[in-house]
Each structure stands twice: as structure tokens, then as C-alpha cells.
């Protein structure tokens, strides 16, 4: 059985804006990740990692070589002699791991005394060779190449993930901001209606003066009682400027630039199931997905170096045509022969402690992934159960400041009857004044508290970022460049 967290929000709407333009946590979100610098930098990482795919795979492409040159020297029987060398060829690795290969090459043999009256010379010997190496241990199948682009790819979805994280934490802390200043102005908005109803009361207490029937005590009272109120409210809006000055530097807009928190409550029944939300929560987790890409990393570089450890036994083929021709004394020399055969090529390192060395090294970093993914997953469990206690306690909560509030109201507006009566007296009517402004407050405050706990529950599970404009990388990068 599920464990159910529900319960019906019974929130007030607060009074119109007079701040400015209303914005919601995702807007400020939004604005703040289309020009945040550390955004860039992680656009600009990603696209580096996807480069890495077409630096791997350019490696199956053709390799041209070429080679020149002229050599005066002894020759094999001793006499001075000159040469001149070209060579040319093209080469390819497959994704096989075989290794194809065309070479061509042209020498000219120039000696002061002839070899041989039947071999030319001036000679000129031309061959033209193909060859076809297959790997049979070290190399087959290709697995350093294969590995390797599978590693890229993992790495520039790591680098996707690393991009993501970082709009996780900017947006935790956006959220934490934002609330704080909707905390501020909710303070506010309480502080004004504790201030309208206390100059109400002292406009009845001045007709009742030039009646006869106030005090001076009641009207000193109740100036004392506005004082402190005004007072409150100035450092209130104190408190909000800085605030809104910090959001609007986030935002890259002017510091004085007017603006509220879109915070229109109304009635939500939602069931929260934790079991959907820790699944959902579990695959949208950047923490967790870089990790699954890093012990995926490490897997590809234990196959990697253990492909490396093995014996090089390589089985080469080739086939090609070589012509020699000249001068002799009898008259020329052009002989034409077609060529081939095959070979086996064997290479061993008698010290394979550095490759063992490296295979322990990435099955560490694997095992250390792994014990990590096990604590974020804990973590994220914790989180989430954290969150959503908060929610469910916070609904009953706020019920209870519900039913706070109506009392209130009525008490005071009893005291206030009594009062026009004669029957009350004026600390009493400002004290039952205070415990209504108090009741509203920590009504509002806990309205706002729920808000911001259920869309910490969304980023957590990642259906924020439904709501939220994303800036495009390619965008990001363009305005780097």
C-alpha cells in the first residue's frame, strides 16, 4: 500500500499588486538562467564533449603519407653510388579493428661501376603493394575504438547532466530567494491592514473626543500603537529593497526595477504518492545520472585496458606488382612480377604492471561511483520524505490558522460592539487588534511555507523544468562567441 499524503490548501488571496509586474518562481527562474555566466561555461563544456564523437570517429578516416628524398653512398659492392626515393600511400583502420593499406614506391639506382653486366643501371624498381592486417588479440573487433565513442557519447550526456545539476542548484536557491521576498511583502501587506484598521479606530476616537466621551489616554494609545506600526513597516521595506535589489541583479535588470512575487493562492487537493515521486525523482536526479554515466566510464576503461594487456599477434596479407627496369650492356632489362603472401606479427610487453595498475584504478573509480550513487539515492529518499511530512503537517497547520483567524475576527469585532458601548476599553480592542494581525501573519506565512515546499517537491522529481523556458546551448554558446 502507497503511503497517501492528502489535504485540501484553504489559502486567502492576497490583496492586488502595487509593486510592479507580478512574477511567478518559474519566471524568475527562467530570467535567471538566460544570463547567468556559469550557464554558459557548462553550454560551452557540453559542446566540447560532443565534439569528441567526431574526433574519435575521424579516425577511421584515409591517412595519406608521402616520403622523398636523394642519398649518395657506397653501395652493396663498394662503389659510389646515387638513389633517388618516393613513396606514397594511404591507410585506413576499419571499425573492425583490420587495417587496410595501398602503398606505392619508385627508386632510381645510379652506380660509378655496374653491379652486374645483366642488371640495369641506371635501375629503376617500382612495386605496388596492398596489405591487410587483421588483429587476432590485441586490436580484434576494434574494442579501443568502440569503447572510446561509447565513452564520448557518455561523456557529453555527463556533460548534458553536469549542465543540469547546476540549474538544480540555481534553481534551490532562486526558490529560497524568492520566497524570502514574498515573505517580506506578505509582512507588508499584513503590516498595512494592521495600520488601516488602527487609524480607523483613532478617526472613531477623535469624533468621540469632540463629543466628550474619549480620553486623552485612548487617543495616546492608539497614536503609540500607530507609531509602532509605521515603524515596523519602514523596516519591513527596508528589508524587501535589499531583497528585490539581489533578485534584480540575478535577473540582469536595473536594481530599482519594481516587481512582486506571484503568489495567488487558492484551493489545491493533491495526493502526494512518495513511492511515484522517489521513482520519477530517481531518474531525473542529476546526481544520480552522472554517477550511472561515470561507473558506465569506468566500465569502458576496464575493457579498454584489459584489450591492451593482451599479446599483439597480427595476421598481415598482401598482394601487389613490382617492375624493375633499365639499361644492361646487351640492350634493357623490364621485368614485371606479381607478388603476395602473408605474415604473422607478434609483440609481447614483459612488464604488464601499469596496464594491471590501470584496470585496478577504473574498477576503483567504479566502485567508488557506485557507493556514492548508493548515498545520493539515500539522500534523495530522505529529502523527499522531509518535504513531504512538511507538506502534509504544513496542510494541518494551516487549517488550524484557518480556524485562527475567523476567531480572531469575531473576538474583535465583539470588543469592538462593547467598545461603542462603553463596555471595553481601548488596550483591550488593541490587543485583540494584535492577536488578529499575528493569526493573519502566521496564516500567510504558512500558505507560502506549503508553496514553497511543493515546488521544492517538483524540482526534486523534475516536472519544474516542464514549467520553465530553458535557455538553448547553442544560444548560450553564440553569445559567448
Partial sequence: MKPVISGVFLLSCFIPSVYGDALSVQQVIERVLHHYPSIRTAALQVEVAQQESLRINSQLGWQLNAAGGYRHDFSLFGSPSNRLDLQAGLSRKLASGDQLGLSANYARDKSDVPISPFYPNPASNVSIELNYRMPLQKGRDNIAFNQSLESAEINASLSQWQLRALLDKLATQVIDLYYGYAVTQVRIENNQQSISRTEALKQYLNKRTKLGISEDKDILQVNAQLKSQQAQLQAIKVQGEQQKISMNHLMNQNWHSDFETKTEFKAIDKDYHFDDIYTQSLKTNADIQQLNRKIKLAEKQIAIQKDKRKDQLDLVLFVGDKNLSGDVQSGS??????????????????????????????????????????????DVKYRLAGLLRLIESGKKTLQAYTQSVLAQKQKLEEAQRRYQDGRADTDQLILFENQLSAAMLARDLQSLELQKQAVKVALLQGTLWNQVNLPDIQTLIKREQ
Fill in 333 to 378: 632489362v623490364n621485368e614485371n612480377e606479381v607478388v603476395g603472401g602473408a605474415r604473422l606479427e607478434f609483440k609481447r610487453g614483459l612488464d604488464v604492471s601499469g596496464y594491471d595498475a590501470q584496470i585496478y584504478q577504473a574498477q576503483l573509480q567504479r566502485d567508488m561511483a557506485l557507493q556514492n550513487k548508493k548515498q545520493v539515492m539515500e
